[in-house]
């Protein structure tokens, strides 16, 4: 089966400007997750939709950052305006609901960089 | 707030040697806990889930334990091999569609 898709792949942007970023979990899993990973630190939870609702936002800086998934398939993470702390790797992953399967699938990531 | 630390940042060690990378959580009431590898410029690969009944689980040559009432996994790896160079990260979920949270990460070099 295909995997996690994310793009771009990389992005440079300079401050205050705005992002978006792409995500298309694996077919048929209901529960897609948005991560940021700096430099040298774990991966921290950003947003979590179960099919299109929003599970847990608790982390996400609603300031800046918005997200959506429309039609409980796709996700698009954005930023606007962009800080130079905003400089991370962006992972998606995604579950399926079955009780046997916990396990989360990753995307290769976002790497975006703010000058 | 859960907390999970690892232990050591970073690790090098010759070919061949066996290791183990530790984990620690603050919060003991975890539904599972997993260990990924992630490779320089990639995302993240499952090793293995340990679920919280569980003590340990067991993948070629990777075995992870769980001790939940004291908060520690930890992750053995035998006869270390280059191709194991990675970092290893450590994460818990609090219930069963949680979001994971993550530890700092183990930076393994295995030297030829």
């Known amino acids: 089966e295909a995997g996690v898709a994310q793009s771009p792949r990389y992005k440079i942007i300079e401050k205050r400007q705005s992002v978006a970023f792409w995500c298309n979990p694996i077919?048929?899993?209901?529960?897609l997750y948005w991560y940021q990973q700096i430099l040298g630190q774990g991966p921290k939870l950003l947003i979590q939709?179960?099919?299109?609702?929003?599970?847990?936002d608790s982390q996400l800086p609603k300031d800046r950052f918005s997200a959506e998934r429309l039609k409980g398939v796709d996700s698009t993470l954005k930023i606007q305006p962009a800080k130079l702390e905003d400089s991370a790797v962006y992972l998606c992953?995604?579950?399926?609901?079955?009780?046997?399967?916990?396990?989360?699938?990753f995307g290769p990531g976002t790497r975006l960089t703010v000058l | 707030k859960q907390e999970v630390t690892q232990i050591p940042a970073a690790l090098s060690v010759p070919e061949g040697e066996n290791l183990v990378l530790n984990c620690s959580f603050t919060d003991s009431a975890i539904y599972n806990l997993q260990w990924f590898r992630q490779d320089p410029g990639k995302g993240l690969t499952s090793l293995l889930l340990?679920?919280?009944?569980?003590r340990e689980q067991t993948s070629g040559r990777l075995n992870a334990s769980l001790d939940k009432s004291s908060g520690r996994s930890t992750l053995y790896i035998a006869a270390s091999q280059p191709g194991d160079s990675a970092t290893y990260l450590c994460a818990v979920q609090g219930g069963g569609a949680d979001g994971l949270t993550f530890g700092k990460g183990t930076h393994l070099i295995i030297q030829p």
């Open positions: 939709f179960q099919n299109n609702g929003v599970v847990d």
């Open positions: 340990i679920q919280s009944s569980q």
């Open positions: 992953a995604s579950s399926s609901d079955r009780f046997d399967t916990d396990t989360q699938y």
């Open positions: 077919s048929g899993h209901a529960t």
